[in-house]
Each structure stands twice: as structure tokens, then as C-alpha cells.
């Protein structure tokens, strides 16, 4: 993990990615979120307490921990209040009252609350946001601290509980399995917990007004959550959720995760989100006709890729999003649609016709969220898959996703991964589709 620190015991206020440049700190690495969420609807008020378990991965005197819009009460270190606690604009830097030797296990608990809202960043608006009747939570890349203290980054994986307590009147939703629900009066208290190491982008509540019908429970269980007005439409729309979770299984291996749902919110989205576990479609992207087909396949594909197998930095997002896009291409010839061949063509075609100026294997920050990055991403793989052939590239696909299950991932990795599975020279390939800028020849 890339970090310089300002003292050899000074954990460093960010992680060192340079897409994300104040986000994640160093000096420990954390292996669970234990978060207890107090809120009300009505008026956005949170109060919360966040148990973070941690160990040091060298000699701390002091470390911080990402947190933006709110306001920390009261923080102890293994039970006992810090010597110093600095908040700024968005970390919570803690000198604790004794040194934390490297190696050592220990507990940040710190209750906070306030009206959280979503962080500023060259994405738009990210994390925690109100709705006209909820709340959704899509953080990618950098909007976690928005609702929680944590190690923002996606290198730093770990489990998670989350327990929130919201009126009755609405559903809620966040990450992993459902272990309990309790109905007292007025509030509901609903715990969720994730097995599978998670990185703190992909944790999410939703909270709406929801009916829930349930798809499939095979192989893991499969809901749409929507507004009840909504719901006609959308049991159309995703009826054939079941037969991408198939395809993809078929083609990436098993489902890594124990359930998936997906939440159609009472507003309009831009482009729906992935979170571990589910997705988050805007009302209108629901028709009743299967027109977001496509965004429904690419979302469920996250899943394997971004979500269990996710980018250790974020320059190398098109780990995530081409292969995702490949994702709808297979879906769209399996269902009868135009086939990856035609599709691939086509797209190559149009981006001929685009500016040939940014590098798919590190777009830059501004760019990371390019469709061009989308896009050509899943030319690399359809390259690869015309160089390598088919039974090679499938196999390539499911190893990898298998392999580096709940991991986190580089593009020199999945270059080692195909290299070692391939009898001819991929450096040519590599190098012309992720790293120059100019478009190359698709091969025949
Ligand atoms: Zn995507």
C-alpha cells in the first residue's frame, strides 16, 4: 500500500492515490465497519455510532480516518478517549493516548451524528443523499465519509454490520444478508450484515417507500424493491434478470455474493448505481418494455467485476467498467439481440469517430468515468477474446473473476493472468489497447 507517511509513526492522511488524492489514510488496514444508525426521515437527522476494527501496519502515534458533513461526539481508542482529536473539512485525525505498536489490533469507536449530506467532488455530488421520499446512498468514488468514518479506499476492504433505525413508514435496504428486523411503535431497526469483504464505495442504504417482490430464489435470492406505482413495470423489465444471472454464471462463474436485489428509487437517476450486493435504478429508467435492458445486465455484471473483484487503485477502473460493458454485449447476443461481434464492430466504429486522447489503462481522473473508458474496455477483451479464442478467453474470464474473488486486482495482474494463458505474444495487444492512445485495428 502506497503511502509517505510525514513521520515514520504518523499514519499519512491519505492513501496515495492520485485520482482520489485526499481520500483513504495509511498506517493500518481495517477488517470490520460495526455501524449503528439512528434516523429520521422527516427531518435527515442521524445519530450514529461507527465501531471500526483495525490494525496498525506500522507504529502509530497518530492516524486519521475519512469523514465529511458531520460531527464526532465522542471517539475512543480500544476504550479510551484520544489525546488529541482534530475534525477538518473531511478526516478525523486522532492522536491516541498511547502509541499503537505495528501489528496491533485495535478499536475506533466514534459517535457522530448531524444532517449528512452529499460531498462535494469532480464527480458531482456523492454519498448520502436525500430523495423526495428516502434516502439513496451511491458513493463511487469518494462520498463514504459522507454517512460513516472510515478508510475510503477500495483497497481497504473489509465486513461489514450495519444496523439503522428509521420510521416504520418506509423499507430499507443496505448491504448482505437481512439478520434481523424489529418493529417498535413508530421505528423499525434493520440489521444487515456482509460476509464478503467490502469496499466502503459500495456500502449503501436505501430508504423509501417500497413494495418488494421477490424474482427468483435461485440461485441466491433475487428482489425489486419500487415504489408500489412502479412495480408493474418493473417485474416486467427485470423478468429476465434471472437468465443474465445464468449467462454470467455460465461465462464468469459463480455468483460471488449471497443475494441480489435491485431498487428502483421513487425519483429520476442520471445512470443507475452498483453497491455490493444490489443496485439502484431511477424510476425512469423503468418503462415496462426493456428498454434499460442493457443498464440492467451491466449492473448485475458489477457484481463479479468491481465488486468482488475490485481495482486496488482507480486508475484502473476499466477492471470494472469493460467489463461490465462486455457483460451487456454477451447478454445482448443471448437474448437474441445483435450479437458481441457486431456490437464490438460497431462500437469500434464509433469510437473511430471520437477524439483519440486518453489511455484506457489510466484515463485520469477526470476522464476515469468516460464512456470512451466503458467502452474501449470491452474492445480490449473482445481482442483478446479474438486472439486467444474462445474456449481460452471464457476460461481467462472465470479464473480470473475466481481467483481473485473478494481481492482486490491491478491491470498488470490480469495482463500476468492472460499471459500466462495464452501461446501467443499478448505485449503488442496490451500495450496498443490500454496504454497508447490511439484506437487500434479490432483483430479478425
Ligand atoms: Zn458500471
Not at 507517511?5 to 492520485?18: M, R
Not at 481495482?311 to 470494472?320: E, G, M, V
Request: glycine share 8%; proline share 6%.
Amino acid at each position: 500500500m502506497p503511502h509517505t507517511p510525514s513521520h515514520p509513526s504518523h499514519g499519512s492522511l491519505t492513501i496515495g492515490d492520485s485520482y482520489v488524492p485526499t481520500s483513504g489514510n495509511g498506517g493500518y488496514t481495517v477488517s470490520s465497519y460495526d455501524l449503528d444508525l439512528d434516523y429520521r426521515v422527516a427531518n435527515n437527522r442521524l445519530a450514529a455510532t461507527a465501531v471500526i476494527t483495525a490494525t496498525a501496519t506500522h507504529e502509530l502515534t497518530r492516524f486519521s480516518v475519512d469523514f465529511c458533513g458531520l460531527v464526532a461526539t465522542r471517539v475512543t481508542i480500544d476504550g479510551v478517549a484520544p489525546s488529541k482529536l482534530v475534525e477538518s473539512a473531511r478526516k478525523l485525525t486522532i492522536t491516541p493516548a498511547k502509541t499503537i505498536p505495528a501489528g496491533q489490533e485495535f478499536v475506533v469507536t466514534v459517535r457522530y451524528g448531524g444532517s449528512p449530506r452529499p460531498v462535494r467532488s469532480p464527480w458531482g455530488e456523492l454519498g448520502w443523499e436525500e430523495l423526495s421520499e428516502g434516502v439513496l446512498v451511491a458513493s463511487q468514488p469518494s462520498g463514504a465519509p459522507s454517512w460513516f468514518p472510515c478508510n475510503d479506499h477500495p483497497s481497504d476492504k473489509a465486513s461489514f454490520r450495519i444496523r439503522i433505525a428509521a420510521e416504520s413508514s418506509y423499507s430499507v435496504l443496505a448491504n448482505g444478508r437481512l439478520v434481523s428486523k424489529v418493529r417498535r411503535a413508530s421505528r423499525t431497526t434493520w440489521t444487515f450484515e456482509t460476509v464478503e469483504p467490502m469496499a466502503t464505495y459500495l456500502a449503501s442504504i436505501q430508504i423509501g417507500v417500497y413494495r418488494e417482490l421477490v424474482l427468483s430464489r435461485v440461485p441466491v435470492p433475487q428482489t425489486v424493491l419500487a415504489p408500489a406505482s412502479v412495480m408493474a413495470r418493473a417485474q416486467k423489465d427485470f423478468a429476465d434478470q434471472e437468465k443474465m444471472l445464468a449467462l454470467f454464471e455460465r461465462s464468469f462463474g459463480p455468483y460471488p455474493f449471497g443475494e441480489y436485489s435491485v431498487v428502483v428509487a421513487d425519483d429520476d437517476l442520471e445512470i443507475p448505481v452498483e453497491a455490493h450486493g444490489f443496485a439502484v435504478f431511477g424510476r425512469n429508467h423503468i418503462d415496462g418494455l426493456g428498454g434499460s435492458e442493457r443498464l440492467i445486465a451491466h449492473e448485475l455484471a458489477h457484481s463479479w467485476f468491481g465488486n468482488s473483484v475490485t481495482a486496488t487503485t482507480w486508475k484502473d477502473i476499466w477492471l470494472h467498467e469493460g467489463f461490465a460493458c462486455y457483460a451487456e454485449w454477451l447478454w445482448s447476443e443471448e437474448s437474441g439481440g445483435p450479437t458481441v461481434h457486431r456490437l464490438a464492430h460497431q462500437h469500434w466504429a464509433r469510437l473511430s469517430h471520437l477524439p483519440q486522447d486518453l489511455t484506457i489503462g489510466d484515463p485520469g481522473p477526470e476522464k476515469m468515468f468516460d464512456d470512451r473508458v466503458y467502452k474501449r474496455g470491452a474492445l480490449t477483451l473482445h481482442a483478446l477474446r479474438v486472439t486467444l479464442g474462445d474456449d481460452a478467453f471464457f476460461e481467462l474470464l472465470s479464473s480470473w473473476a475466481t481467483e481473485n474473488r473478494y481481492g482486490n486486482v491491478t491491470t498488470e495482474g490480469f495482463y500476468l493472468h492472460a499471459r500466462d494463458r495464452s501461446s501467443v505474444d499478448l505485449d503488442a495487444l496490451f500495450e496498443s489497447w490500454l496504454f497508447s492512445e490511439r484506437l487500434p485495428v479490432l483483430p479478425r
